[in-house]
């Protein structure tokens, strides 16, 4: 087995960097099932799946590399674990994991909840209000994103940037960096994959506006026309007898009736005259309180601050089980997160075993292998179609058992010398493909 030997200088480093840091929640799994004391499950639904503690099918580190492991098929999972109560306000808060989606992820999530301390564990389920929800999510080929969603003014806020995760069946490890002056980083495998500002890119950027100190002056004209004074007055009749008119000849006061003038309507202004707008010179505009955009604008640090962080949780669903978590760490130092990465994947992230079953010598051999093999194995056969009879032998999750009577298990056989020789310097220097051939290869 390869193993990392860290020089004694490194060692204080890591002690001091430690002593320095605020570590509020780490998580292993390296006490066995002690860890079932620590993780509750939720018992708000009977059909949530199980979680096991395992280093899965091909691990680094059979017992590092233990973590929790989805075991059931189209459920939905809810486990969580509970640490002392604290604030990020004024401070750094780092989230870090890692994840193993072995079973080739179809859809489903890998993702973690950062929840307050008066979670009910017990009764953990998809409507449970979180503070931070931060992983992998995939679902068939639309679906392939990291989340990243801050609880903000009782409201879930995405990220807006699109953040492609990674979908292969290796360990990775995913780091979430929020900072008290807004800026945030995420990383894949210790690399940033995206960063900027939570205002930003959360679109939660908040422009004050503030009041015009310019009042309405006392002579400001509001009226847009001046009115002639030839408006009527109030007690002006409206309506009179008609002088003009005249008792038609052929009225008949006794069939008729008396005759009376007929009425008419005044007309609305004295001596026919009309009410006429003019255009005001002196008309300025309506008066509006104008408002100005604050060139100096307060932030609102409360975007990514939280008083009461108190529960981790994986809280998910998934077609396909198998997805492993393992490494959990919520600190305030970068530095502490980035060398306890290095620490526990960083160690095993190159080197992997195959589980055998115990009653024959069976080793497997996974897709990523075989693109490796097409480019430092077959340039150097001889015969192109014997490459390509190789290739198709050598097919994913396939068992090569050597006493198999079959015309690949022979071929294997009969080139092994071959690929030996081919391969000496190379198996020198990675353990990792010498393994990946069934090689006993400790160093």
Same mark, same amino acid.
């Given at each position: 087995?390869?193993?990392?030997?860290?020089?004694?200088?490194?060692?204080?480093?890591?002690?001091?960097?430690?002593?320095?840091?605020?570590?509020?929640?780490?998580?292993?799994?390296?006490?066995?099932?002690?860890?079932?004391?620590?993780?509750?499950?939720?018992?708000?639904?009977?059909?949530?799946?199980?979680?096991?503690?395992?280093?899965?099918?091909?691990?680094?580190?059979?017992?590092?590399?233990?973590?929790?492991?989805?075991?059931?098929?189209?459920?939905?999972?809810?486990?969580?674990?509970?640490?002392?109560?604290?604030?990020?306000?004024?401070?750094?808060?780092?989230?870090?994991?890692?994840?193993?989606?072995?079973?080739?992820?179809? &859809?489903?999530?890998?993702?973690?909840?950062?929840?307050?301390?008066?979670?009910?564990?017990?009764?953990?389920?998809?409507?449970?209000?979180?503070?931070?929800?931060?992983?992998?999510?995939? &679902?068939?080929?639309?679906?392939?994103?990291?989340?990243?969603?801050?609880?903000?003014?009782?409201?879930?806020?995405?990220?807006?940037?699109?953040?492609?995760?990674?979908?292969?069946?290796?360990?990775?490890?995913?780091?979430?960096?929020?900072?008290?002056?807004?800026?945030?980083?995420?990383?894949?495998?210790?690399?940033? /994959?995206?960063?900027?500002?939570?205002?930003?890119?959360?679109?939660?950027?908040?422009?004050?506006?503030?009041?015009?100190?310019?009042?309405?002056?006392?002579?400001?004209?509001?009226?847009?026309?001046?009115?002639?004074?030839?408006?009527? *007055?109030?007690?002006?009749?409206?309506?009179?007898?008609?002088?003009?008119?005249?008792?038609?000849?052929?009225?008949?006061?006794?069939?008729?009736?008396?005759?009376?003038?007929?009425?008419?309507?005044?007309?609305?202004?004295?001596?026919?005259?009309?009410?006429?707008?003019?255009?005001?010179?002196?008309?300025?505009?309506?008066?509006?309180?104008?408002? /100005?955009?604050?060139?100096?604008?307060?932030?609102?640090?409360?975007?990514?601050?939280?008083?009461?962080?108190?529960?981790?949780?994986?809280?998910?669903?998934?077609?396909?089980?198998?997805?492993?978590?393992?490494?959990?760490?919520?600190?305030?130092?970068?530095?502490?997160?980035?060398?306890?990465?290095?620490?526990?994947?960083?160690?095993?992230?190159?080197?992997?075993?195959?589980?055998?079953?115990?009653?024959?010598?069976?080793?497997?051999?996974?897709?990523?292998?075989?693109?490796?093999?097409?480019?430092?194995?077959?340039?150097?056969?001889?015969?192109?179609?014997?490459?390509?009879?190789?290739?198709?032998?050598?097919?994913?999750?396939?068992?090569?058992?050597?006493?198999?009577? *079959?015309?690949?298990?022979?071929?294997?056989?009969?080139?092994?010398?071959?690929?030996?020789?081919?391969?000496?310097?190379?198996?020198?220097?990675?353990?990792?493909?010498?393994?990946?051939?069934?090689?006993?290869?400790?160093?």
């Amino acid at each position: 087995m390869v193993q990392v030997l860290v020089p004694g200088p490194l060692w204080v480093l890591w002690l001091v960097r430690a002593a320095l840091a605020t570590v509020y929640f780490q998580e292993e799994f390296l006490d066995g099932e002690s860890w079932r004391n620590r993780w509750i499950p939720s018992t708000n639904d009977s059909n949530f799946g199980h979680f096991r503690l395992s280093s899965g099918k091909f691990y680094g580190d059979i017992q590092k590399d233990k973590g929790l492991q989805t075991t059931e098929n189209a459920k939905f999972y809810a486990i969580s674990s509970r640490f002392k109560p604290f604030s990020n306000k004024g401070k750094t808060l780092v989230i870090q994991y890692t994840v193993k989606h072995e079973q080739k992820m179809d &859809c489903g999530g890998g993702y973690i909840k950062i929840f307050p301390s008066d979670l009910d564990q017990k009764n953990l389920n998809g409507k449970s209000q979180y503070y931070i929800m931060f992983g992998p999510d995939i &679902c068939g080929f639309d679906i392939k994103k990291v989340h990243v969603i801050l609880f903000y003014k009782d409201q879930y806020h995405s990220n807006k940037k699109p953040i492609r995760c990674k979908v292969d069946g290796f360990t990775h490890l995913y780091t979430l960096t929020l900072r008290p002056d807004l800026t945030y980083e995420v990383k894949i495998d210790t690399d940033i /994959i995206e960063s900027g500002n939570i205002e930003e890119d959360w679109n939660l950027r908040l422009r004050k506006l503030e009041k015009s100190a310019m009042k309405m002056p006392k002579n400001w004209e509001k009226s847009q026309n001046d009115k002639l004074s030839d408006v009527p *007055s109030q007690d002006w009749d409206k309506h009179f007898l008609d002088a003009s008119a005249n008792k038609p000849s052929d009225w008949n006061s006794e069939l008729d009736g008396e005759w009376q003038p007929s009425v008419i309507q005044q007309t609305k202004y004295k001596h026919g005259l009309k009410s006429q707008n003019m255009d005001n010179s002196d008309y300025k505009d309506v008066w509006l309180h104008q408002k /100005i955009e604050s060139s100096g604008y307060l932030q609102d640090f409360e975007l990514s601050e939280y008083e009461n962080i108190g529960v981790i949780g994986l809280e998910l669903w998934q077609v396909r089980s198998g997805t492993i978590f393992d490494n959990f760490l919520i600190t305030d130092d970068e530095n502490y997160a980035a060398e306890f990465g290095l620490k526990t994947w960083g160690r095993t992230k190159n080197t992997y075993f195959f589980s055998k079953p115990s009653s024959s010598p069976t080793f497997y051999l996974k897709p990523f292998l075989i693109h490796k093999i097409q480019g430092d194995f077959l340039k150097k056969q001889n015969s192109e179609e014997n490459s390509k009879e190789d290739l198709r032998t050598l097919h994913k999750g396939q068992r090569l058992l050597p006493n198999q009577s *079959s015309m690949a298990s022979e071929r294997v056989e009969e080139r092994k010398q071959v690929k030996h020789q081919t391969f000496s310097k190379l198996l020198l220097h990675s353990s990792y493909y010498a393994r990946c051939w069934g090689y006993k290869y400790d160093k």
